[in-house]
């Protein structure tokens, strides 16, 4: 029987994507190891993300986080990118707060903690580098590179977080989700479509400093990553963010709504809830399930954007 998808026993989820990271799973679960009692085990799961690596990657994962009292290595078929990865892993996340972080933890694990708690009042809790407005690496070029990104992140988003592409990241899990769901960027440009989204949807994002290290061996092609993330933050402005989405009644039951998609072998789903209906979201290629849970639940099959979404309460499914 495959686990519960809100198993109340899971309070937090841990997210890790990793292509080709066999040689730093276990170098960065040491830097983990330290604090694992803050994060409570019992009530922690790890999902690695493995997004189509070419060596032991999997293999690497299932030996490192598989003592673990609760673990999940989920494998991409190819690699599609770290974008792909996480929203993979939130979509399959039980806890009612996620982690997203790095397979290096090269972000200091002792904040953890404290950026979960932080979504107590807030839906997004990304950590910070910056010190005095900047982000400075080992590196004199590598910190000009990101200045400049930065500068073009807000020129194309209006976002305006001076680090947007930290290693680690806190979302509360409703939020996450409908994230995911709308998300269409699969590289490392993901988390500036993230905070675009959240900003129009008008998810409160609450920024944690962080205390970080430099780490070597990073799959990040210097080359081809920074021109393929410049090429997806230009094409933002003019995306459409539009799913595919099943009208019902504004108080459907929650508990309906999960045995209906059990039923039809989807999940990752988001109720956003409106004062004369409510809309499950569904993924973007989701066609054939919606019509499912239509059909399960007496509701209609349309499609929305973000304006269709704003100010609904979400919950996760």
């Known amino acids: 029987m495959p686990p519960d998808p809100n198993d109340p026993a899971i309070d937090i989820t841990v997210v890790v994507p990793a292509f080709n990271e066999a ?52 494998r991409q078929p190819s690699n599609r990118g770290k974008g792909a990865a996480v929203r993979l892993g939130v979509a399959v996340a039980r806890g009612e707060r996620i982690l997203a972080v790095d397979a290096d933890m090269a972000i200091d694990p002792r904040h953890y903690r404290a950026m979960v708690d932080r979504l107590d009042g807030a839906d997004l809790v990304p950590g910070s580098r910056a010190k005095d407005g900047h982000i400075r690496y080992q590196s004199r070029a590598r910190t000009g590179a990101g200045r400049v990104f930065n500068r073009l992140v807000r020129h194309y988003t209006g976002v ?7 290693g680690a990241k806190a979302f509360r899990r409703a939020p996450a989700r409908l994230l995911g769901l709308l998300g269409m960027v699969d590289g490392f440009a ?6 675009l989204l959240a900003r129009q949807l008008g998810f409160t994002v609450s920024p944690y400093p962080v205390t970080w290290e430099d780490i070597s061996g990073s799959s990040v092609h210097l080359r081809s990553a920074p021109l393929a993330m410049v090429t997806d933050l230009r094409a933002l402005p003019r995306t459409k963010h539009v799913n595919p989405v099943v009208v019902v009644a504004p108080d459907v039951d929650r508990a309906a709504v999960e045995r209906v998609a059990r039923a039809a072998r989807v999940q990752g789903l988001v109720i956003a809830r409106g004062p ?33 979404l704003v100010g609904r309460t979400v919950e996760a499914v």
């Open 190 to 195: 993901y988390d500036a479509e993230f905070f």
């Open 276 to 308: 004369e209906d409510a809309l499950i979201v569904v993924a973007r290629d989701g066609a054939v399930s919606a019509t499912a849970l239509a059909e399960g639940l007496g509701g209609f099959v349309r499609t929305t954007d973000l304006r269709g």
């Open 23 to 74: 040689a730093r799973l276990s170098r960065g679960f040491a830097r983990l190891e330290p604090v694992l009692g803050d994060l409570d085990p019992q009530r922690t799961e790890f999902v690695i993300v493995d997004d189509g690596s070419t060596d032991d990657t999997a293999r690497e994962a299932l030996a490192v986080y598989g003592a673990l009292p609760h673990s999940l290595v989920v």
């Open 160 to 166: 305006t977080l001076v680090d947007t592409q930290c």
